[in-house]
């Protein structure tokens, strides 16, 4: 516990990451003041106005309106929203799997750890955005799903970014784990009899759980940016819902005209971003872990 | 040697047939095979007509089956038509791997030479006002979205200066002059990916270096600063600075298509892109299958460089 209160020290120290810990939540509340907004304004999102397309200020429409004549805030408030919970939502997956499989792998060790990196090493040597291309196209209706409802659509997105987001955790946790299966604990547990299930979940994962966290963190950013990307290109967050990548589709078109329009969602994208990656090494250095290669990402 | 490359290809090989398995089974799921858009165009296609088509081309059978007529035609040398552009694949693709080839070429070399300096400074000077804005620097350029960076390049110096051309390419060999303008906002693009991880771990590996008691000798035996840093340390922390560029091809060939979409540039990452948009399956198969033999022959690379770098990695015993 004590070395736990010695990390909040030391993060609270960590001028970047706090700063980033403030804006996260700033924009956490805007995506909490999303529906708070829609009622206040007496509009949706998704409200087309033909009449009103790429208008100015105003008092109806607070930053102006899109292409479609959709108001703009609501649209970049309902993206924040989207944003945030895919991104997170896919990370929890992703360490989900990533710890499990990783502890497992450093724990047991053998041909199930030999198995398991080499498939790490593989999926991070891959040009991942092809591949995820091919799986957000893939027709859903032909395994039984309807792909028409964007709910559908946003937990393919969700599950698809997991599947690539899992081999840091993976790699992280299995570092701890060997580690932590060498200490005087776990070995006196393994002398009493304990099972391995019980080991890993009592005594490794509460040790190993530094580095899980710190590569949760640090992982949020990346599936974020590769959520925008696939909304960007159409393959990810589905009209009508609005996404910040997607938002830029119709931006793209428009820089002549509008140029406001390409420049809000990817601002905030690159906030986001950026305010992720400075959290995670705030905690990795709070923590002290060492984590690999920063950095690299998969698109 | 011939032992350790024969086991990388064996190696490499297995990881494409199970790409092509993987990548058959995902394509076989995408929206409408090539007869039911042949009877969709045609009103006079009866289904029976469909049906017999379907078994003529074999595209009746389980997938698997399936699978294996293609993997058969496939190491004959056969990768089969393209759909869309009605050519075989193989004649679409190679003018469009060197494209991308290049692109990913002169942005790695882009990357580099903005790292290497920048990383060196950052380390020399830890903890400084410079070495906080470096790694600021680097910090926003992997955390920027590709396709808005191009975006804003697009907007700034496309639309507003005039500067640049917006899209298209032009070809080295007939106008260079043409060739450069065109590659120069997609090479800028595509090396933000990378440079920004390259920074950090130049910087890293180079402080590394700096604390080693060769540095310490080198300096007590009156050296001049720059040749401690240029000659001794730089020579020395370049060396894992490989792996990460071998590490990066995926990315890298992830970035070229983020980049050759946005400046509709004519390389492989659009044509993929494209591909896949258009349900062109086999198109997009074989592209995807060469973008990934690319990136293992890329890594393949890097660890031989790496190797011939550093001799106290033996290949051939520790070296998988």
Known sequence: MGARLGAWKRFRRHGPAVAAAVVLVVLGLMALAFPLAESALGLQAETIDLLARLAGPSWDHPIGTDELGRDLLLRLLQGAQVSLFVGLAAALVATVIGAALGLAAGYFGGWLDAVLMRITDFVIALPLLPLLIVMAAADLSRLGLDADRPEHATLRIILILA??????????????????REREYV???????????????RHVLPNALSPIVVAATLSVGNLILTESVLSFLGLGIQPPLASWGGMLTGAQGMIREAPQLAVWPGLLIFVTVVAFNVLGDGIRDAFDVEADVPGLRSR | MIRYLCRRAAGAALVLVIMSMVLYALIGLMPGDPIDVMVQADPRLTPADAARLKALY?????????????????????????????????????????????????????????????????????????DHLISLLSLGAYSVPAFWLALMLIMAFSVELGWLPASGSGDLAEDGTQAWRHMVLPVVTLSAATVGGFIRFVRAAMMEELRRDYVRTAR??????????????????LVPVITIVGLSLGTLVSGALVTETMFAYPGMGKL??????????????????FATLLVLLGNLAADLTYAWMDPRVRIGAGVS
Do not use: C
């Open chain 2, 272 to 289: 993929i892109y494209d591909a896949v948009m258009a349900s062109d399956y086999n198109l997009a198969l074989v592209s995807l299958l």
């Open chain 1, 163 to 180: 599947l690539v987001g899992w081999t840091t955790v993976a790699r992280l946790a299995r570092g701890a784990a060997l580690v932590v």
């Open chain 2, 58 to 130: 074999g595209l009746d059978l389980p997938l698997h089956e399936r699978y294996l007529n293609w993997l058969g035609a496939a190491l004959t040398g056969d990768f089969g038509y393209s759909r869309l552009h009605h050519r075989p694949v193989l004649e679409l693709l190679w003018p469009r791997l060197g494209v991308t080839v290049e692109l990913l070429g002169f942005s790695l070399l882009l990357s580099l030479a903005l790292a290497i300096p920048a990383g060196v400074l950052a380390a020399r000077r830890a903890y400084s006002w410079l």
């Open chain 1, 187 to 201: 070995q006196a547990a393994r002398a009493l009899g304990t099972g391995s299930t019980t080991i890993l979940i």
């Open chain 2, 220 to 237: 007590a035996k009156g050296l001049r600063e720059r040749r401690v840093i240029f000659r001794h340390a730089l020579k020395n922390a």
